[in-house]
Nanobody, 126 residues
Framework: QVQLVESGGGSVQSGGSLRLSCTAS????????MGWFRQAPGKEREGIGC???????NFADSVKGRFTISRDSAKASLFLHMNSLKPEDTAMYYC????????????????????WGQGTQVTVSS
């Protein structure tokens, strides 16, 4: 049974940094494309970045150059490193995984992702 659990959210001032973690069970994080999404109040959930099985990453323009994604298979974890945070980054952040393993390449449309975590809140104050 696949489960994803996010952690690491919190409150930070503008310009600060946070690292979110997504702990996976039921599969190996390096065996499937995985992504990070966020949903701000009153807005639709958006994809912000993903990593495929080769380690190639893909980011939305809104976070490119500020956010990075890494993973540690030994810890069964995916990470979102967020730097230069802005108030508009305030949202609930979710990790997700493709259903089919060993797919090369990843993209951000939500329908490509089968498994989702429950989310962790990030609040950035000005």
């Amino acid at each position: 049974q696949v489960q994803l659990v996010e952690s690491g959210g919190g409150s930070v001032q503008s310009g600060g940094s946070l690292r979110l973690s997504c702990t996976a069970s039921g599969f190996t994080v390096s065996s499937a494309s995985m992504g990070w999404f966020r949903q701000a109040p009153g807005k639709e959930r958006e994809g912000i970045g993903c990593i495929d099985v080769t380690g190639r990453t893909n980011f939305a323009d809104s976070v490119k150059g500020r956010f990075t994604i890494s993973r540690d298979s030994a810890k069964a974890s995916l990470f979102l490193h967020m730097n230069s945070l802005k108030p508009e980054d305030t949202a609930m952040y979710y990790c997700a995984a493709y259903e089919r393993p060993f797919v090369v390449g990843c993209s951000l449309p939500q329908e490509r992702y089968k498994f989702w975590g429950q989310g962790t809140q990030v609040t950035v104050s000005s």
